[in-house]
């Protein structure tokens, strides 16, 4: 999280959100990069006159660096005594020693302080044109009354508290409620089936749910709360559900469930931060609550999809709510494409200064059209690399000098006090550059994961065990000439097609290319000459009518010439869509699994966010093997 410290006065909230928020999603001001306007506490950093000395200085002295970042942006009960104590090697992984804070006082009370009427939530509700506001001081007033109704229920410090909500402000006041009392939450996405809640309600061995009686998202009402009642017959740890009203719809209460109380809420001007991404994912987490809230920003809770009513909510949303910067994911930006640039034109954007992705590989062609149509060419687009065990982003575009060039498709610069580099299979430093390799990270920074919750062993075996002495992000990367990353996409997506190793993604963002196709997902599957055959999932934008052989024709060349002959997909399958998880990734698992023909072995789908699509896949795939059969 980026962004400036000491706000005192209303001048500095608003301008905030166009200056320095700005800068968290790694947007730059007018002027060459001055430090001081986003790091103030860098003036006592010795020798730091520029973007490229404190990065250089966040990493040869990362102590020194994140000691000043954590002690002026934070409020600590207790200072540290110890900046870190971490060694990679071990995954020993400890920051701030002998420090207290509370998150909810550092994300809520120091803004109350200074500028209490400042708007911190503006929910955009499902139905359009129904957006709520809610002041840094109203919020408090929730979260603190949250809090002790929870604490009168006996929920105390190291409890985990489940909240199964759809983004809204109770689900943030629910999460600052629980971090004030000192107690953990587990947020689960409010798609989840009862099944996938109450695994995660076992895993917390959670006493207490917050809920809602119904949710609403894209005009269809989800019984949520019905959908606890069922979970939680086969969670024996719970003994109290919280219910609070989304709609008017009276639910049935048990003797276990206890009503919340509606809470107000009135009307502001603000400037705005709108990451779309739902609180159940980590970015929902870091860029829709804590980070936003902690540096006293204006953060929009959007609570619909990206198509209801229609596939001109994002901008009609833009206009109405005069959003600066919009962080979206490449999958909702690939399907709006689908729609065509109309949607996007009706709506004023103007307020936008800059376009964020995250989750995926964006490829070229979502990328152009997200900086050409949705910013009109004038927003800088920062394609952000992170994950849930980085807590924040690690690999953007920005913050660098604010003329500096943006590779599309490329995160290209690690933030500061990341320490990015790529290993070979022998588990060696690659030092060159124009070189790919497994994304590591050598240097530990405050925001990483500490441990996996009940299972430490597990951490260190996946994160710290295949490159010893290094964080392995699970990634691939390639550094090209100029020393920028690229994101190539998992490791267990690499495909090696008769001795060429290469990324799937490369060759989806070949086959994305072409003006027919709104976006596609490769896989490898066993061959028996090649090792690994190209399988290609294909799926066409609206309205468009071609021979599929044809297609499959110009999607061979197309590969072939812009990667090479034997990246050509030996097989290519047409679908309406792919499989996606909730948050919107591919689950190319899944269609792996479906390619291998291993119907049995297609594992855990409950992050699926809509089965129907798994048997179109099968059927599909039967269909291409029965044409192919000799
Ligand atoms: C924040 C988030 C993490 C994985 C990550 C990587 C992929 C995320 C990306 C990206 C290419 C980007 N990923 N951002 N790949 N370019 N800009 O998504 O967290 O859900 O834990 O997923 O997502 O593979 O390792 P999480």
């Not at 919020?139 to 410090?157: A, D, S, Y």
């Not at 071609?546 to 050509?568: F, P, T």
């Amino acid at each position: 999280m980026w962004l400036p410290c000491g706000c005192t006065s209303k001048y500095v909230a608003s301008s905030f959100a166009r200056r320095t928020l700005a800068s968290y999603l790694h947007v730059s001001g007018r002027s060459r990069c001055n430090v001081a306007a986003f790091m103030p506490e860098a003036a006592g950093l010795e020798g730091v006159s520029g973007r490229a000395a404190l990065r250089e200085l966040s990493v040869s002295n990362s102590e020194s660096f994140w000691a000043a970042v954590a002690r002026h942006r934070l409020c600590w009960s207790t200072p540290f005594h110890t900046v870190q104590d971490c060694d990679l090697s071990r995954g020993k992984i400890k920051w701030f020693e002998g420090g207290k804070l509370n998150v909810s006082v550092n994300c809520l009370d120091r803004h109350v302080h200074t500028c209490p009427e400042r708007v911190a939530l503006i929910w955009e509700r499902d139905e359009r044109g129904s957006e709520m506001k809610y002041t840094y001081g109203e919020l408090l007033e929730m979260t603190c009354r949250l809090g002790n109704l929870l604490r009168r229920h006996g929920v105390k410090r190291g409890d985990c508290v489940t909240i199964y909500m759809p983004t809204c402000p109770l689900a943030v006041a629910s999460m600052l409620a629980c971090a004030r009392i000192g107690a953990a939450h587990n947020v689960v996405f409010a798609g989840f089936s009862a099944d996938a809640l109450a695994e995660r309600i076992r895993d917390a061995q959670s006493s207490t749910v917050i809920t809602v009686n119904q949710g609403v998202r894209g005009g269809k009402v989800t019984e949520l709360k019905k959908t606890v009642d069922t979970a939680v017959q086969s969670c024996p740890t719970v003994k109290q559900v919280f219910v609070a009203m989304r709609t008017d719809n009276p639910v049935t209460m048990t003797a276990r469930d206890i009503a919340m109380e509606e809470y107000v809420f009135s009307y502001h001007d603000g400037d705005v931060f709108g990451c779309v991404a739902d609180i159940g994912w980590i970015t929902g987490h870091s860029y829709v609550v804590y980070g936003p809230l902690a540096n006293g920003a204006t953060t929009v809770l959007f609570e619909s999809t990206p198509i209801y009513p229609d596939p001109g909510r994002y901008w009609d949303m833009v206009e109405r709510l005069k959003i600066n910067q919009f962080y979206g994911a490449p999958t909702a930006i690939r399907l709006l494409l689908k729609y065509g640039d109309q949607w996007v034109n009706k709506y004023d954007r103007s307020t936008l200064k800059t376009l964020g992705s995250v989750g995926e590989p964006i490829n070229t062609e979502a990328w152009e059209w997200y900086h050409r149509v949705v910013g009109d060419g004038r927003c800088p687009v920062v394609d952000t690399w992170w994950q849930t065990e980085t807590g924040g982003i690690c690999i953007a575009p920005r913050p660098s000098d604010p003329d500096a060039e943006i590779v599309p498709g490329m995160a290209m610069r690690p933030f500061f006090g990341i320490n990015p580099v790529l290993m070979d299979t022998e588990g060696e430093v690659l030092t060159s550059n124009n070189t790919s390799g497994a994304l590591c990270m050598a240097q530990p920074w405050p925001g990483m994961a500490r441990t996996i919750h009940n299972d430490h062993q597990r951490f260190i075996d996946t994160y710290f065990q295949p490159y010893p002495g290094y964080f392995f992000t699970g990634d691939g990367a390639y550094r090209s000439e100029e020393g920028y990353y690229q994101i190539t996409g998992r490791l267990d997506d690499v495909i090696n097609v008769s001795g060429h190793r290469i990324g799937t993604a490369e060759i989806e963002d070949v086959v994305n290319q072409c003006p027919a196709v709104a976006e596609s997902a490769v896989v490898g599957y066993t061959h028996s000459i090649k090792g690994q055959g190209v399988y290609a999932f294909v799926v066409l934008k609206k309205g468009i009518d071609v021979q599929e052989a044809d297609l499959s024709r110009q999607l061979n060349g197309m590969v072939s010439e812009k990667i090479a002959k034997y990246a050509s997909p030996d097989f290519i399958q047409f679908a309406k869509r792919l499989p996606k998880t909730r948050s919107g990734k591919i689950m190319r698992r899944v269609l792996r699994k479906v390619v291998e023909s291993d119907l049995e072995g297609l594992g855990d789908l409950s992050t699926l966010d809509d089965p129907a699509a798994v048997q179109e896949i099968i059927q599909g795939h039967e269909k291409l093997l029965s044409k192919n059969r000799p």
